[in-house]
């Protein structure tokens, strides 16, 4: 059965408000933003947003719909077993 995969689509929108982080934090019961599955690193051009793949065993749809510049793309894809997410590759 697939599964629904949060995807970074726009990274270069972020602003950095983290409430992506905190909307995970919330489904797994958490109030800080230690060990979230979501981290936001502040760079020179911006910020850089990581998922970690266990992301995907929450409500992605909670997560991309909190983000208030639309940095976020729920795909369906990903089996039951195995690799869930894939960086994208060139062919
Ligand atoms: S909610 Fe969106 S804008 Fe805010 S930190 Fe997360 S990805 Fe960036």
Redesign the pocket.
């Known amino acids: 059965m697939n599964k629904k995969i949060l995807k970074?689509s726009f990274?270069e929108?972020?602003?950095?408000?983290?409430?992506?982080?905190l909307?995970a934090q919330r489904q797994v019961g958490k109030a800080s933003f230690e060990g979230s599955p979501?981290r936001?690193m502040g760079g020179k051009k911006g910020?850089d947003?990581h998922l970690d793949p266990s992301v995907n065993d929450l409500d992605v749809n909670k997560i991309s719909e909190?983000?208030?510049?639309?940095?976020?793309s729920v795909e369906e894809g990903g089996q039951e077993e195995g690799l869930e997410f894939k960086a994208e590759e060139d062919v």
């Open positions: 970074v990274p929108k972020c602003i950095g408000c983290e409430l992506c982080v909307a979501i936001i910020y947003i909190i983000c208030p510049k639309g940095c976020f």
